[in-house]
Nanobody, 129 residues
């Protein structure tokens, strides 16, 4: 059974950086799409970034393009989200997600929640002075 465990969240000031990690266990990272989502208080969960392990293609929400980078380390079964130039509006609980192997879809690459099968428990990111 798959398990996803996020880490790396915390409190930072505007303009600073954080790197989130998500350790996957249970299955290999081959032929899946790995996504990052976030949910701010009182708001719906939204897609932030994803990477397809079949061809390393990536997709980003417009709000984070140029500031966030998603990457993976197959050897460590880990996916990362490097977040630079953080803004107060980036404050949210960040969730790691994954599709089933060979279960990737347009929905997943388009950062829709319905495209993902497995979820982590989330890690809090707070950007404030």
């Amino acid at each position: 059974q798959w398990q996803l465990v996020e880490s790396g969240g915390g409190l930072v000031q505007p303009g600073e950086s954080l790197r989130l990690s998500c350790q996957l266990s249970g299955l290999s990272m081959s032929y899946v799409t790995l996504g990052w989502f976030r949910q701010a208080p009182g708001k719906e969960r939204e897609g932030v970034a994803c990477v397809s392990t079949s061809d390393d293609s990536t997709n980003y929400a417009d709000s984070v393009k140029g500031r966030f980078t998603v990457s993976r380390d197959n050897g460590k079964n880990t996916v990362y989200l490097q977040m630079n130039s953080l803004k107060p509006e980036d404050t949210a609980v960040y969730y790691c997600s994954a599709t089933r192997p060979y279960g990737t879809s347009r929905a997943a690459f388009d950062l829709r929640i319905s495209g993902y099968d497995y979820w982590g428990q989330g890690t809090q990111v707070t950007v404030a002075t």
